[in-house]
């Protein structure tokens, strides 16, 4: 099976200030991959979804961006984070019918 | 996407049985239900599938109802450590698979 690893594990960064968090996937390839978010008390909230390399599916349009420059690499960028931001982060994805999630990282926006 | 409908908490003794409940009236004829389970901290964690027939691991069971409108993830005996919020959701396979996840049932094990 899969590992998915993400960093950093938490994260504080004051409003208008850039963001990059990574997700590397190992075990397995052509991965469909995805990044959802989880702000304080509620359900995850699917952000982005790649079926491939430069592939990237937006579900929510926002300040956030995602690219997947390598088979098994995807990345959730900003250019200006806002207060709204804030939340859990993880990464995802599909092996037969499990999909899979990373430890996530907790950004906190100040 | 099909939905699904959950109790917002529930809860239970330790080490007596626990069924979670889920509605998913909207459900098609290609939706397989899963259920996942998410502890503090941490990410979901996948728990167990079915489309028509019950179904049993390790970790829990799954009962379908008859028209698939509704199932239930049976813990056989709870422990402290099943304290957790459980996602049932819907998903087809053809392609990608979008994931709808909602707020999910926060079950509480008494000790």
């Known amino acids: 099976s899969q590992t998915i690893h993400q960093w950093p594990a938490t994260l504080v960064q004051p409003v208008g200030s850039p963001l990059s968090l990574e997700c590397t996937v190992e075990g397995t390839s052509n991965p469909n991959l995805y990044w959802y978010r989880q702000a304080a008390g509620r359900g995850l909230q699917l952000l982005f979804y790649?079926?491939?390399?430069?592939?990237i599916s937006s579900e929510v349009p926002q300040n956030l961006s995602a690219s997947r420059p390598q088979d098994r690499q995807f990345i959730l960028s900003s250019k200006k984070l806002l207060l709204s931001d804030s939340g859990f982060y993880l990464c995802?994805?599909?092996?037969?019918?499990?999909?899979?999630f990373g430890p996530g990282t907790r950004l906190t926006v100040t | 996407d099909a939905k699904t409908t959950q109790p917002n908490s529930m809860e239970s003794n330790e080490e007596e049985p626990v069924h979670l409940p889920c509605n998913h009236s909207?459900?098609?004829?290609?939706?397989?239900i899963h259920w996942y389970r998410q502890l503090p901290s941490q990410g979901p964690e996948y728990v167990i599938h079915g489309l028509t027939s019950n179904v049993n691991n390790r970790m829990a069971s799954l009962a379908i109802a008859e028209d698939r409108k509704s199932s239930t993830l049976i813990l056989h005996r709870a422990t402290l450590r099943d304290a957790a919020v459980y996602y049932c959701?819907?998903?087809?396979?053809?392609?990608?698979?979008?994931?709808?996840f909602g707020i999910g049932t926060k079950l509480q094990v008494i000790p």
């Open positions: 909207t459900i098609s004829g290609t939706d397989y």
């Open positions: 790649s079926v491939g390399i430069g592939q």
């Open positions: 959701i819907l998903r087809d396979y053809g392609g990608y698979q979008k994931v709808t």
């Open positions: 995802a994805c599909d092996e037969s019918y499990e999909q899979y």
